[in-house]
């Protein structure tokens, strides 16, 4: 898989820093594929019988599958190495963007017509005070320069391994593919990307809907900033402004879709229900929100659910186990959604398994079951979890 981005933001690397980056992923890959494999062995093998002869049942959660695993060599193995690799995906690109800040600064002030930020804007400590998946500065690293950005696009591509596709766009593209073929009748005018970084599952949706306002709101500012000259680099119409998801400045019934990808997860359990209430205020009747995440514990093995929520213990994300504790269908209901207008899905990625497999799933109703090893997973054969509802 292509681990290099292809849009005008990318990296012009030396031939060191193209290798380091090759090499940070294909170390990536030997772990969660390879080491995962080991884990999940010493696990049947080792670690569950040994829990299931002291306490009379194997584990039955997350919790009990961590402490199960606590000691033995895989685990240490897996997580040390894992946590390394964690902090040189962020080293391996701060040359680059150093060396290239007076280019990337240019195109963001090209751009800047698309951007609004709000320097009054109290950013929150979840994005700001806390080094969020390790990466050195978080979201706000450069303030309002393109730092934060740039750092993040070049650093996620390392990440993931070419999983996220070549502009980091398979998230998006998956689930806007899903959403239009599974809803022909369904036609956004406005959408609203919350928690959009650097817009690389927001402009899927340009692409989808092209016809649509398409507006990304982040609480950081360097990620807009920087996002909308990639996304100009692309030749997308999308604007970029900071602003709360738990807080928005939107009057009520002002969009027809409310979308994120990967960020409940990083906002606290108040803020989660707070931003979920916004999207319904700011809905239409007939509108969709529509979340891709991380699958629920509930419907996870014991061994599974551990294996999302490590992030939680070992890559400076705090808020992650609680989200993945909660339950997708509740927290709909609680925001004002009816129960009955819930929906979710596992979607298989567009860049692993093409197109077709999208259509014939929707086609022939099959439904991914969410409790699988490859749902959310970052490795070989990854799929994505997505929820929602609609507002009646
Ligand atoms: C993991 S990133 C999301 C990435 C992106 N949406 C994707 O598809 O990969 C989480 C983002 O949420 C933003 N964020 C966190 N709390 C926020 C809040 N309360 N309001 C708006 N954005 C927030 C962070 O600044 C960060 O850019």
Redesign the pocket.
């Known amino acids: 898989m292509n681990v290099e981005l292809r849009h005008g933001m990318k990296p012009d690397l030396t031939a060191d820093e193209a290798a380091r980056g090759r090499f940070v992923s294909g170390l990536r890959s030997l772990i969660l594929n390879d080491l995962a494999g080991d884990l999940k062995a010493a696990y049947d093998r080792r670690a569950a019988p040994a829990w299931e002869r002291a306490h009379g049942k194997p584990p039955q959660t997350s919790s009990e599958a961590h402490k199960a695993l606590r000691g033995d060599p895989a685990f240490n193995i897996y997580s040390a190495m894992r946590v390394q690799a964690q902090k040189m995906v962020w080293a391996s690109v701060a040359d680059s963007v150093e060396r290239e800040a007076g280019r990337l600064a240019s195109a963001a002030a090209a751009a800047a017509g698309k951007v609004k930020l709000n320097p009054a804007l109290a950013v929150?400590k979840?994005?700001g005070a806390i080094d969020v998946h390790l990466m050195p500065g978080s979201?706000t690293r450069g303030g309002e320069t393109v730092e934060a950005g740039a750092v993040y696009d070049r650093g996620l591509a390392v990440f993931s391994m070419g999983l996220m596709g070549a502009n980091l766009d398979d998230?998006g593209l998956s689930m806007s593919r899903y959403i239009s073929l599974k809803y022909p009748d369904f036609q956004p005018r406005r959408i609203l990307d919350?928690?959009?970084?650097i817009g690389?599952?927001t402009l899927p949706w340009k692409q989808t809907y092209p016809a649509a306002d398409v507006i990304a709101?982040?609480?950081?500012p360097g990620?807009l900033v920087y996002g909308a000259a990639r996304a100009a680099m692309q030749g997308q119409d999308v604007e970029f402004v900071q602003?709360?998801?738990?807080r928005l400045d939107f009057p009520d019934a002002s969009f027809d879709l409310v979308w994120?990808?990967?960020?409940l997860h990083?906002?606290s359990k108040k803020?989660r229900a707070a931003?979920l209430a916004e999207a319904y205020r700011v809905l239409r009747p007939g509108g969709l929100m529509l979340h891709m995440e991380l699958p629920p514990n509930a419907e996870m093995s014991a061994f599974d659910g551990f294996y999302l929520d490590w992030d939680s213990w070992y890559n400076e994300e705090p808020y992650y186990k609680g989200y993945r504790d909660e339950k997708p269908p509740e927290l709909c209901a609680a925001a004002g959604f009816a129960p009955a207008d819930y929906v979710q899905f596992v979607v298989p990625s567009i860049g692993i398994y093409g197109e077709q497999a999208i259509a014939d799933m929707i086609a022939t109703e099959a439904a991914e079951a969410v409790g699988q090893a490859t749902t959310g997973r970052l490795a070989e054969g990854v799929m994505w979890f997505g929820f929602g509802a609609f507002k009646k």
Do not use: K, R, W
């Open positions: 929150p979840n994005v979201y998230i919350t928690g959009a970084t690389h599952n709101i982040d609480a950081a990620g602003m709360c998801a738990d994120s990808s990967m960020f990083e906002l803020q931003a």
